[in-house]
Every structure is written in C-alpha cells, then in structure tokens.
C-alpha cells in the first residue's frame, strides 16, 4: 500500500491525480474515467484536497472507494486550510480506520479573495509542521510533499524554497510530487540543487497533459510555470483544431515523459483534471517506448 515501497521496488511509477467532483455529473464523469484508466494498473492514485466545505469529506470518500473497489493504492491529499490540530488529528484517525496508509501533506492556498496565508487557531502554518504532527501522532503513514522546480510563488527565493524542502523532508516526508513544468531542464536542475541539499527521497515529476489552448495560460499563470515558446507557437497555429491541438500536445507529453525516464526520474505522477483520455493515451505509448528501450 505504502507509495514508498513501490518506489523502492518498482520504476518507473506511474500514478494518476483526481479532485472529488463538485456535482452529480462531475462524479459520473469520475467514475468513467477510473473505469478507463484502471486497465492501465496505476502505482497510486491520488485525491486532491479543496479549499474547503463539502468536497472535503469527499476526498475521504473517493480515496476509500477507489482502494476498496479497485484495489488500487490511493493517496489522499491533506491541507493545514482551515483546520486546527484536534480536527487535523481526527482527520488522521479516520483516514487510518479506512485503510488509507498514504497522504500528501500540503500547507494549501490562502482561501480565495485572500493573498497571504494566515494559520488557524491551533493550526499550522507550514506544510513542516503538518509534516511533523502527523509523524507525532504515530500513525504509520507514507507521506508525500510538494516540490516546485520553478520555485513557489510566496518563496522568497530559490535558496529559501530549498531550505523549506529541506525541513519537510526532515520533518518526515517520504517523497515528493512535483508542480506541474513544461521544461524538462528546471527539473533536471531542480533535482541536482535537492540532491546537493542532502535531500535524498524520490522526486516524481509531476506532468499535465494539454488538452485545450485555453488551458494553458490559465494553468502556467497559477502554477507559476514557463511553457517554451516554441509550444506555444504551434499549438497556437491549430488553436482551432481540436483534433490536431491535441495530437501536437500529446506528441510534446509523451516526448516530455520519455526523456524525463530516460534521464532518471523515478516516474511520472500524471495531473489528469479528471479527464481520461490524453493520459490513457500517452500513458500507454510511454510503456511501451519504455519496455522496447530495455528489450
Ligand atoms: P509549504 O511547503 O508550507 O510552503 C509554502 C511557502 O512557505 C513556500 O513559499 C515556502 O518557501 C515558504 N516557507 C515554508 N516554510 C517556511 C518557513 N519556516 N519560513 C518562511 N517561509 C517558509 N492545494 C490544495 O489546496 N489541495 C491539494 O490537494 C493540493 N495538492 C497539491 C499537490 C501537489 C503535488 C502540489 C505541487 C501542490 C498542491 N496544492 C494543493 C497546492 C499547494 O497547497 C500550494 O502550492 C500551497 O501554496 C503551498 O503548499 P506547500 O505544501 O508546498 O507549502
């Protein structure tokens, strides 16, 4: 069950990130899309954590039934938003009575209209410090954390955002998920700055596939990523074209992921949207480059 594990015995590992759907036809569109990816065996899945009210309990929810009914091991993300350590404590015991041994412990984005994070009463105000209370609490999790080749938008510089990687890996995080790049060279850089740090756990590229023009400025501007120009210009000449945007994008992920492998990343943790198609897609051609490269 323990992601760690699989990363010790297995690579490349390949895991699939969702966010418990909002509505009834957001939990239809879920649900296909796990029936669609789970013929190709993911390592882990994971659910993401909302800012808060009731998609919260969901991911509880969405992570229990993905491990009871598709025995995959499934990781449910936690954030410090909104929470003192008494409701963070009981939110650890009822993951661990449901069979959840795998967490992603994140401090979270200040909640919306609102430019500074402020810690709860009782609550944290690092993701070190979620970090640490869970290792205090003894329940035997794996931890991930999250790591920003291009550096975290609030750090105030690289050096900074290191020392803080630093602290949770110290604190007890077993891995680290990466922001979403376009740039294979941050993270190739990023990871030999980790490794200079003395941070020595697994860091597992996080990789979204393109499926829209749209998308694309929306999603750089909040996660703070370059996208190559030269991306930019040809998806931008079939802007119009639903079907060769595509196939250019998911031309540019599969090259993106393959060279990633090649050069060493532990594998490749896929940021879905709760869409199936793109990563099934490029997903199955990487496995197969990846078994033609070792036959
Ligand atoms: P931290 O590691 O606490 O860092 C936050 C900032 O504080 C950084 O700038 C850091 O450099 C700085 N810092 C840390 N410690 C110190 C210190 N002691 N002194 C001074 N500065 C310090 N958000 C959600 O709401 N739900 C999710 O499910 C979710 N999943 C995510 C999954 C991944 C893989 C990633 C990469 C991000 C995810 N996020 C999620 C977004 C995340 O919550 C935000 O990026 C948030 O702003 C930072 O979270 P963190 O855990 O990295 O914070």
Redesign the pocket.
Known sequence: HRISDRLKKKQPVFSFEFFPPKNDDGERLLMQTIEDLKALEPDFVSV????GGSTRAKTREWVRSIQDRYAIPAMA?L?C?GSGREEIRSILEDLYSDGIRNI?A????PPKGETA?VAPADGFR???ELISFIRSTGLDFCLG????PEV????PSAA??LR?LK??VDAGADFL???LFFDNEKYFSFVDQVRAAGIEVPVVP?IMPITAFKQIERFTAMAGCAIPDSLVKSLAGVQDDAEALLNLSLEFTLRQCEELLSKGAPGIHFYTLNQSRATAIILDRLRRSVSAERR
């Open positions: 993401t954590y909302g800012a993300h954030t938003v992603m994140l401090r979270g984005d994070f690092y993701a070190n954390a999250a790591a920003y975290h938008g609030e750090a900074e955002d803080n602290r949770k998920v990466t922001q996080g």
